[in-house]
């Protein structure tokens, strides 16, 4: 028996893409912080200059599934990252934004055979939304490690 996992410690050779909503950017901010955080503490060079970072910015979480496909489709990417804040409201505007959005990105993970990883959250209060991107844990540093996960994993299959 074979048993394949991503590894932690090849981060270095990863190009990594990650495609970020503006709206409730107060939220997202704060996940891109822990993201950059993780990743350049394992490894990859995230300044200014760096080519193995990009990020894009989206108006907000429906349009993530676009961008995501057209950086998946571009071949410069092993892994994407999306990030995003879906908060509830009074009408079922939440329901439809984050109903599209997830399927989107995994429809575009399966046709593009990139992995993507899913970073937008889904909360009924603000206050639920800030305690997950810092107050009490930074999610966004474990969205950048399962991209380093799964980035190295897809390379160990192939």
């Known amino acids: 028996m074979v048993s394949i996992e991503g590894r ?3 981060a270095s050779s990863l190009k990594i893409g990650i495609v ?4 409730n950017d107060l939220i997202t901010s704060k996940l891109l912080s822990g993201c ?3 990743l350049t503490r394992h490894g990859i060079d995230t300044s200014e200059s760096s080519s193995q970072l990009d990020i894009a910015w989206v108006p ?3 349009e993530l599934p676009l961008v995501s496909q057209t950086m998946a489709k571009s071949g410069r990417y092993q892994v994407l990252i999306t990030l995003g804040a879906v908060i509830r409201g009074d009408t079922p505007h939440f329901e439809v934004v984050i ?3 997830s399927k989107g990105i995994a429809s575009v993970s399966r046709e593009t055979g990139v992995p993507i990883i899913f970073g937008v959250l889904t909360t ?3 206050q639920q939304a800030l305690e997950r991107a810092g107050v009490k844990n930074n999610l966004g540093w474990n969205y950048a490690l399962q991209a380093i996960e799964m980035g190295s994993l897809m390379k160990a299959l192939k």
């Open 8 to 10: 932690f410690t090849e």
């Open 20 to 23: 970020a909503a503006r709206f």
């Open 36 to 38: 950059i955080d993780c």
């Open 60 to 62: 907000g979480s429906f």
């Open 99 to 101: 109903n599209e959005s």
């Open 124 to 126: 009924d209060t603000m």
